[in-house]
């Protein structure tokens, strides 16, 4: 009996070591030929480390530059150069991790990846339950120049989360998902990108987050993100077949360079749109997207825009201050023969102040459900109702989890009018009713 028992308890044990989950390391200094991947011993690139890992295990990427260069590029497929391919999948509750080492920065330098009449890719993720996080990518390159594009996270998969990424001072989009469904994008930057080589040089297509899912991709969310001076739009989703959530984002400085100079068209958020003619991708029901508790701040064009929308979206709670239009809700047919006022909108809660255009623009209020708006009743706001209207608390740095910073831009002044002058649609509030804007006091 005694025997039995312990050979019952050794196959239990030799069963728990080979399920438990792994973690290797990769830095700068490490060597994928010669090195194990222990902490001591680490890899020198994420591409070898994917190869040991399976579901449930984590690599560890030490902080300092990576200098990057044509021999690591993972794949090669006709135009597309991935740099990193991330195509193993992890499962529930047993992620992939690709995490950055607790308290350091790895950064990805692509400046010396520059094939020619070929898109970079730094990081092509196809594989699904996976968690990247703390990671930083710059200097993306662009080499064609007709129409194209780069990117510094591609998204293919499913359930994946983005985490405390950062994608600045490249020519590529900062992070684009064109499949996969249940996607977290959480606490993302992507800030001071511009394609001056294709086209114009004007960059105007280069968002700082793209997301276009097919059939299917349900589910994808981007929260407690930021967009500033990228050439082209802050957030950007034509052409998705799924509804789309804008959660707690902010876009400022779209459509410039950092000395103002006009680049590409300088939306804020563009929450639509289909083109201007009705073509074989066009979905049977066009989707509704959320864009709630968001802020656009000078933006060259809109500040939020339905960008030719065949049908309406939900506007909740947003902040929007000095954009060409803060609001803009144009609209296409269902045939799309024309462009016509905004039809199919909800708007409630939403804050206008000093546009430099207008408040609102193509708007039918008569086929909209439009409440509590400072451009919908009789409220008029001033600089007095403001904490603070200095903008460059916008950029201020994360907080320690990753989280926006504690800001009191457009934060609403004890005793402004617009404090509970809002609508109960669901959302938490403190007071006797919601604050108009994306700031509860």
Avoid at 157 to 185: C, P, R, V, W
Avoid at 283 to 294: A, E, K, L, R
Avoid at 386 to 403: M, T
Wanted: hydrophobic fraction near 35%; include cysteine.
């Amino acid at each position: 009996m005694q025997k039995h028992f312990l050979i019952l308890f050794a196959f239990c044990f030799l069963f728990v070591v080979e399920n438990e989950a792994k973690v290797y390391y990769v830095a700068v200094a490490g060597n994928d030929s010669a090195n194990s991947g222990a902490i001591k011993s680490p890899f020198a690139t994420i591409t070898y480390a994917q190869k040991m890992v399976e579901a449930g295990d984590t690599i560890y990427i030490r902080g300092g530059i990576y200098k990057m260069s044509e021999n690591q590029i993972a794949h090669i497929s006709r135009i597309w150069v991935y740099v990193h391919l991330l195509n193993k999948s992890g499962a529930p509750g047993k992620r992939i991790n690709y995490w950055a080492y607790p308290d350091e920065h790895p950064v990805f330098d692509l400046e010396n990846i520059k094939p020619i009449n070929q898109r970079v890719f730094a990081f092509d993720i196809t594989g699904s339950w996976i968690h990247l996080k703390g990671l930083e990518v710059i200097h993306t390159q662009v080499t064609i120049k007709s129409h194209t594009q780069s990117e510094c996270f591609h998204n293919e998969g499913s359930n994946n989360i983005y985490e405390q990424l950062s994608m600045h001072d490249g020519q590529a989009i900062g992070f684009f998902l064109t499949k996969g469904s249940n996607n977290l994008i959480l606490n993302c930057d992507a800030y001071r990108n511009w394609d001056y080589v294709s086209e114009n040089g004007k960059g105007g297509n280069t968002d700082g987050f793209g997301c276009h899912p097919q059939p299917g991709g349900k589910g994808n969310v981007f929260r407690g993100c930021r967009a500033w001076f990228n050439s082209d739009d802050g957030y950007d989703c034509i052409r998705a077949y799924e509804t789309v959530t804008f959660d707690h984002c902010w876009a400022f400085y779209n459509g410039y360079s950092t000395q103002f100079q006009d680049l590409g068209d300088g939306n804020g958020f563009k929450a639509g749109g289909w083109g201007l003619v009705k073509d074989r991708r066009v979905p049977d029901t066009i989707p509704m997207h959320f864009i709630q508790f968001c802020v656009a701040v000078k933006n060259r064009a809109n500040g939020f825009y339905s960008n030719h929308q065949p049908g309406g979206s939900y506007w909740y709670n947003n902040s929007a201050y000095l954009n060409g239009t803060d609001f803009n809700m144009l609209n296409r047919t269902a045939d799309f023969t024309a462009d016509v006022q905004g039809y199919g909108h909800v708007l409630k809660n939403n804050l206008s102040f000093a546009p430099r255009t207008y408040q609102t623009e193509w708007i039918d209020t008569t086929k909209c459900t439009i409440t509590n708006n400072t451009f919908s009743i009789p409220l008029k706001v001033s600089k007095s109702d403001f904490v603070s209207l200095n903008e460059s608390q916008l950029s201020a740095p994360r907080k320690v989890d990753g989280s926006l910073p504690d800001i009191t831009f457009m934060h609403l002044k004890k005793g402004s009018k617009l404090i509970d002058a809002g609508t109960d649609i669901g959302f938490q509030f403190t007071g006797k009713k919601p604050d108009l804007g994306a700031f509860e006091q």
